[in-house]
């Protein structure tokens, strides 16, 4: 038969310290969310991604690897941020800002 046993808390507060805590950081910047809407390269039909990212900057390096077809605008709160261009012929895609 076991007999309960008390084991000393890892804190002063009485919590456990068990699990991991996350950091909070005061100074993280804010998250802005986009809308990523284009036609999909594979299957040709529209497609709509929303995340969140620190700027634009950030969200362009985010959709490098979505396989983006012939258009594709990037929104966030409802204004278009910029667009997709591409040159006929097969050169390379450029990004235009609204």
């Given at each position: 038969?076991?007999?309960?046993?008390?084991?000393?808390?890892?804190?002063?507060?009485?919590?456990?310290?068990?699990?991991?805590?996350?950091?909070?950081?005061?100074?993280?910047?804010?998250?802005?969310?986009?809308?990523?809407?284009?036609?999909?390269?594979?299957?040709?039909?529209?497609?709509?991604?929303?995340?969140?990212?620190?700027?634009?900057?950030?969200?362009?390096?985010?959709?490098e690897?979505?396989?983006?077809?012939?258009?594709a605008?990037?929104?966030?709160?409802?204004?278009?941020?910029?667009?997709?261009?591409?040159?006929?012929?097969?050169?390379?895609?450029?990004w235009?800002?609204?």
């Amino acid at each position: 038969m076991k007999l309960p046993q008390q084991y000393p808390s890892g804190s002063n507060d009485g919590e456990c310290d068990c699990l991991p805590r996350p950091e909070i950081q005061a100074d993280r910047p804010a998250l802005t969310t986009f809308v990523l809407r284009y036609q999909d390269a594979w299957f040709g039909m529209e497609k709509r991604v929303a995340f969140e990212a620190e700027d634009v900057a950030a969200a362009l390096v985010m959709m490098e690897r979505e396989p983006i077809g012939a258009w594709a605008e990037l929104t966030s709160e409802g204004e278009v941020i910029c667009r997709r261009g591409y040159e006929p012929g097969g050169a390379a895609d450029y990004w235009v800002v609204d």
